[in-house]
């Protein structure tokens, strides 16, 4: 049988033969020892890195959902929670806040809590647009732009910032009326975002702001209609500083008391008779 390699030739390729596995032996215990040294626990910990630009807030550990161990920013965005990639994100709708939290065994892990921004995450902080210009002179009716904390959809996909005025309302904030004795202030909180204050004004609340004491008023649902309409007289009352009201009525089966705002913005009264009849403070058709 023919020799195909002399015995030097064999030789030399069995040491070639050993040195590559020797060396694939080697690669594989060093990525070992490194998968394990990434593995093996290390107590979490907070650090600030200064980049040259600007100094960073960074964590490192091993993390609590993945069991890797990460080198990362305290705060990142996130375009979902509880991504299974370990990269952080500069944009998304969420915000990612990590921090070391005590594990199992008592040790300490990276945990990451998620936070949902109604304008979205930039640089790992929730965006916000808060702005309310009159928001401590009661007697201007503020216009604020921004999202309401007591709003019902903070968390929609399509909430963005809208405006709001200030309004005149009763004690607990409840309804929104011309006149009244508090006046619903918007301004911003700390977090930026648009809260609402009742105060109570001195004299009376007027489309949305407080008045000087020597404001009147005087509105006429009807305009004066000589008793078609029953209409209702909204008024301020200097003398008791008070908001009120007065309706048409019925002086009797043929006459109405037909209510209207003088010259001096107050009520006043005069009497008409149906050709008719009466009835719930306008004269009925004929």
Known sequence: MRKIFTKKQNKRLLIITMTTL???L???????????????????Q????????????????IDLLTGYYIDTPILSCASKVQKEELYYEDKGPYTETRSCEIGKENKTYIATNYERCPLGCFGGKCMSKCEAPNS????????????????????????????????????????NLLLSKYVSK?????????????TECSDVCFDGACQKNDFRYCGDSDQE??????????????????????TDSCQDLKTVTEYFCGPDK????IFLTCRNQCSNGQCLPQ
Do not use: W
Not at 147 to 154: G, H, P, R, Y
């Open 22 to 24: 020797l060396t694939i």
């Open 26 to 44: 080697i690669f594989g215990i060093l990525s070992l020892v490194a998968y394990q040294e990434t593995h093996r626990y290390k107590a979490c």
């Open 46 to 61: 907070e650090y600030q890195f200064n980049s040259g630009y600007a100094i960073e807030n960074r964590i490192k550990g």
């Open 136 to 175: 401590e002179n009661l007697f201007v009716k503020g216009l604020s732009y921004g999202v309401a904390t007591n709003s019902t959809s903070l968390n929609s996909e399509n909430n963005d910032p809208s405006i709001h005025y200030d309004h005149c309302t009763d004690s607990n904030n409840t309804e």
């Open 186 to 198: 918007n301004s911003c909180d700390p977090t930026n975002y648009l809260t609402s204050k009742v």
């Open 225 to 246: 209609d000589k008793g078609q309409t029953q209409g209702t007289i909204s008024y301020y009352d200097p003398i008791s500083k008070e908001a009120k009201t007065t």
């Open 266 to 269: 107050m009520p006043h009264k």
